[in-house]
């Protein structure tokens, strides 16, 4: 007997979000925004070679690696997607997104525009959501006071940045990031949205058909 409500109509499988955009544009602060609400919604902790800035912690903010431990992890094909980012590597573990999926919880990644593309490739059916910033004068005043680092890794971040925004072509949502409440409950309704939507949900109802209803 089936029941409305609960998760009746829940794929079986969990939903991957991918959040990308620009360097700068906040994507860190409204994920950790969206994770100090979400229930049901992993993140996938991500691997790099940059060094650790003040505060951040190995296995929460990410998985710090060498060079060679990380260009291993490629060879090994371990990564679902990376990306060299202003003279690191940035990656994504595959088993934990796919495991995670598998067990039917909805994935997040927070990554750059490089790497979302490739996810693109192996995981067509994810939702692709691109952060824009509210301008970019704004974006360009958020790269460069970062403070953290050197004149030439902000003109990079500010290139990259440019070339980024041209892609926004390939994704399904953006969300101006103008005020990160809002952003983040924007964010919120298009993870409900995709739970609703149709073709995720059809072999359930088809099965409640057959099952039940003949
Ligand atoms: P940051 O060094 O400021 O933490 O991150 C630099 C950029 O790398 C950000 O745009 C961030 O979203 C992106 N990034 C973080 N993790 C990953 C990842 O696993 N893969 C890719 N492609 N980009 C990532």
Same mark, same amino acid.
């Given at each position: 007997?089936?029941?409305?409500?609960?998760?009746?109509?829940? !794929?079986?499988?969990?939903?991957?979000?991918?959040?990308?955009?620009?360097? /700068?544009? /906040?994507?860190?602060? +409204?994920?950790?925004?969206?994770?100090?609400?979400?229930?049901?919604?992993?993140?996938?902790?991500?691997?790099?070679?940059?060094?650790?800035?003040?505060?951040?912690? %190995?296995?929460?903010?990410?998985?710090?690696?060498?060079?060679?431990?990380?260009?291993?992890?490629?060879?090994?094909?371990?990564?679902?997607?990376?990306?060299?980012?202003?003279?690191?590597?940035?990656?994504?573990?595959? %088993?934990?997104?796919?495991?995670?999926?598998?067990?039917?919880?909805? +994935?997040?990644?927070?990554?750059? @525009?490089?790497?979302?593309?490739?996810?693109?490739?192996?995981?067509?059916? /994810?939702?692709?959501?691109?952060?824009?910033?509210?301008?970019?004068?704004?974006?360009?005043?958020?790269?460069?006071?970062?403070?953290?680092?050197?004149?030439?890794?902000?003109?990079?971040?500010?290139?990259?940045?440019?070339?980024?925004?041209?892609?926004?072509?390939?994704? !399904?949502?953006?969300?101006?990031? !103008?005020? @990160? %409440?809002?952003?983040?409950?924007?964010?919120?309704?298009?993870?409900?949205?995709?739970?609703?939507?149709?073709?995720?949900?059809?072999?359930?109802?088809?099965?409640?058909?057959? !099952?039940?209803?003949?």
């Amino acid at each position: 007997m089936y029941h409305l409500g609960g998760n009746v109509l829940n !794929d079986e499988k969990g939903i991957l979000f991918i959040l990308s955009g620009p360097s /700068g544009v /906040g994507k860190g602060t +409204v994920r950790k925004k969206i994770f100090e609400q979400a229930t049901d919604l992993k993140y996938s902790i991500s691997m790099t070679t940059r060094s650790k800035r003040p505060g951040e912690i %190995d296995g929460v903010d990410y998985f710090y690696k060498t060079r060679e431990e990380f260009e291993k992890l490629i060879e090994q094909n371990k990564l679902l997607e990376y990306a060299q980012y202003v003279n690191n590597y940035y990656g994504t573990p595959r %088993d934990y997104v796919e495991d995670t999926l598998e067990a039917g919880h909805d +994935v997040f990644l927070e990554i750059e @525009v490089q790497g979302a593309m490739q996810v693109k490739e192996s995981f067509p059916e /994810g939702v692709f959501i691109f952060l824009f910033p509210p301008s970019l004068e704004e974006l360009k005043n958020r790269i460069t006071s970062r403070g953290t680092e050197s004149n030439e890794l902000v003109l990079n971040r500010l290139k990259e940045a440019r070339k980024e925004i041209e892609m926004m072509d390939s994704y !399904d949502y953006v969300v101006v990031n !103008d005020h @990160v %409440d809002l952003a983040v409950a924007k964010i919120q309704s298009i993870i409900q949205s995709e739970h609703c939507k149709r073709e995720r949900i059809e072999k359930q109802y088809k099965k409640i058909l057959e !099952d039940e209803l003949t």
